[in-house]
């Protein structure tokens, strides 16, 4: 992103912000250009004027979490919400990529659900892997049919939290979460335990997710736009070079090298690539997508969200 003028940062300085501001951006997608903004800059840069597609991004509500990280999440949601509707260019839509809650419960979607109504325009949701990885590590003190169990009670009930929100009139963008264990953060997983395939458990964890979810989820094409990222992910990583992913068994960043402190995958830049890092490789760290991976997954929502029959 070229640095125009005082209200457009560079990739840096732009999730610098997100790390600390509203975990907002404001997207515009003008002459096949995708350009973001911190949601708190977005006033600024409405009132010069655009054009084309608005949106805007929010991520990581965890409604739920209470740690020393955020202590009110809900208090964070809410202010991002504020800055959506002061804008005087409301965005077209708002697009909420995960994860949503912390637990999967329903006192948390609940929640969740009472705070997004308050926007008034259409608003597409994303949940995330952290059921997958929140059971995973209860493993071997659980065993893993018992686990397997409680993810797929997890998937249908994100499932009907999707439906709940479709019946209320909203329409959902949903993606399955990626097989966990396709990604490096299982790679080492196996290599550091003999006493189980934990890349395999990994994987027998997200299928039945995913499953349950899908199977759970009135999907007609009418109110739910649904992205296999799953599928995404296990094809680049069985078949290198897939979609120009050279490297999709490594993280591209080095957070020895990240200016945040906490060091940070938001500080995920060329600055901190790995030596040879590039946009070819298809992970930032042990388990999120690098910003090339991001782009091919944020191009596959938006082809969803103009194309689905909503």
């Not at 009132?47 to 991004?57: E, I, P, S, W």
């Amino acid at each position: 992103m070229a640095n125009n003028d005082e209200h457009t940062t560079d990739r840096r300085g732009f999730l610098e912000c997100m790390a600390w501001v509203g975990t907002g951006a404001v997207w515009t997608m003008a002459g096949g250009v995708l350009k973001g903004t911190p949601l708190e800059a977005s006033p600024h840069r409405a009132a010069k004027g655009h054009g084309g597609l608005r949106f805007v991004q929010i991520s990581d509500s965890h409604i739920g979490f209470d740690k020393p990280a955020n202590t009110d999440v809900t208090a964070t949601l809410r202010e991002a919400i504020a800055k959506i509707k002061a804008s005087p260019e409301p965005p077209s839509f708002v697009l909420h990529t995960g994860d949503l809650t912390h637990l999967s419960k329903p006192s948390e979607f609940d929640l969740l659900q009472q705070l997004m109504s308050e926007l008034p325009l259409p608003v597409f949701y994303v949940p995330g892997e952290h059921d997958v990885l929140a059971e995973y590590r209860r493993y071997p003190t659980i065993g893993a049919d018992q686990l397997i169990a409680n993810v797929e009670a997890q998937g249908a009930e994100v499932g009907r939290q999707v439906n709940r929100i479709t019946n209320t009139g909203a329409k959902v963008l949903l993606s399955t979460i990626m097989d966990v264990g396709y990604t490096p953060f299982a790679t080492a997983e196996r290599a550091a335990h003999t006493d189980t395939d934990r890349a395999a458990l990994l994987s027998q964890l997200s299928q039945p997710f995913n499953a349950s979810m899908r199977a759970t989820i009135v999907n007609d094409g009418r109110r739910i736009g649904l992205i296999l990222l799953d599928e995404l992910s296990v094809q680049v990583v069985k078949f290198p070079g897939f979609q120009g992913f050279t490297n999709p068994f490594a993280g591209v960043c080095d957070l020895t090298q990240s200016q945040l402190t906490p060091p940070s995958i938001l500080d995920c830049t060329a600055q901190t690539f790995v030596p040879g890092g590039n946009a070819g490789y298809f992970w930032a760290d042990d388990l999120h997508l690098s910003a090339t991976a991001q782009n091919l997954f944020g191009a596959a929502a938006i082809e969803r969200a103009q194309n689905n029959p909503f």
